[in-house]
T-cell receptor, first 118, second 116 residues
Framework: AQKVTQAQTEISVVEKEDVTLDCVYE???????LFWYKQPPSGELVFLIR??????QNEISGRYSWNFQKSTSSFNFTITASQVVDSAVYFC???????????????FGGGTRVLVKP | GAGVSQTPSNKVTEKGKYVELRCDPI?????LYWYRQSLGQGPEFLIY????????DSGLPNDRFFAVRPEGSVSTLKIQRTERGDSAVYLC??????????????FGPGTRLTVL
């Protein structure tokens, strides 16, 4: 079975500090997709990024950056110069193929709560 | 455009009662998913619809849980004889197609179910 592990339960930083969230996954699929979602206090999951298993280029979007390393099965997420509005729970997820239906489901990690203090 | 909507936002019921949770996906999205999120955990897959049919219900915990999507749009998750352990946030998501794993899933705000 596929598995996503986010070892950090909670991270607390002071505004403007950088914060890196770890994600390690397990899969037997050769082609797969990884995702990061943000869940602010309002509760709605917000899509941040998608990465396919063939693309190991790092990606940067504003203050967010992602480091995908297939050799270590990791897909880490860094917030640079954190802001109070970044306070949320962040989930890493792996797209898993559903063999009976040719569909897909997301397998989520346990989430990392980020608290940015002013 | 409108996102995924779910009603009610909160539902409090008594043990043993029947509840229905509704999901309105994004217009044009053929794939619909239900997940359950317990406190302090990540969402867990329950069921996946492609069009009107339940393509995969392997995540449903037992036969008290059932979901329908009769016209390929709105879906209802039904829970019979509710138990305290069913208390959680039930999340609905939709995506453009279900068979392509790169399609991101868009989530609704969830229904918080509390079973007393």
């Amino acid at each position: 079975a596929q598995k996503v592990t986010q070892a950090q339960t909670e991270i607390s930083v002071v505004e403007k500090e950088d914060v890196t969230l770890d994600c390690v996954y397990e899969t037997r699929d050769t082609t797969y997709y990884l995702f990061w979602y943000k869940q602010p206090p309002s509760g709605e999951l917000v899509f941040l990024i998608r990465r396919n298993s063939f693309d190991e280029q790092n990606e940067i979007s504003g203050r967010y950056s992602w480091n995908f390393q297939k050799s270590t099965s990791s897909f880490n997420f860094t917030i640079t110069a954190s802001q109070v509005v970044d306070s949320a729970v962040y989930f890493c997820a792996l797209s898993e193929f559903l063999s009976g239906s040719a569909g897909n489901k997301l397998t989520f990690g346990g989430g990392t709560r980020v608290l940015v203090k002013p | 455009g409108a996102g995924v909507s779910q009603t009610p936002s909160n539902k409090v019921t008594e043990k043993g009662k029947y509840v229905e949770l509704r999901c309105d996906p994004i217009s044009g999205h053929t794939a619909l998913y239900w997940y359950r999120q317990s406190l302090g955990q990540g969402p867990e897959f329950l069921i996946y619809f492609q069009g009107t049919g339940a393509a995969d219900d392997s995540g449903l915990p037992n036969d008290r849980f059932f979901a329908v999507r009769p016209e390929g749009s709105v879906s209802t998750l039904k829970i019979q004889r509710t138990e305290r352990g069913d208390s959680a946030v039930y999340l609905c998501a939709s995506s453009l197609h279900g068979q392509t794993s790169y399609n991101e899933q868009f989530f609704g705000p969830g229904t918080r179910l509390t079973v007393l």
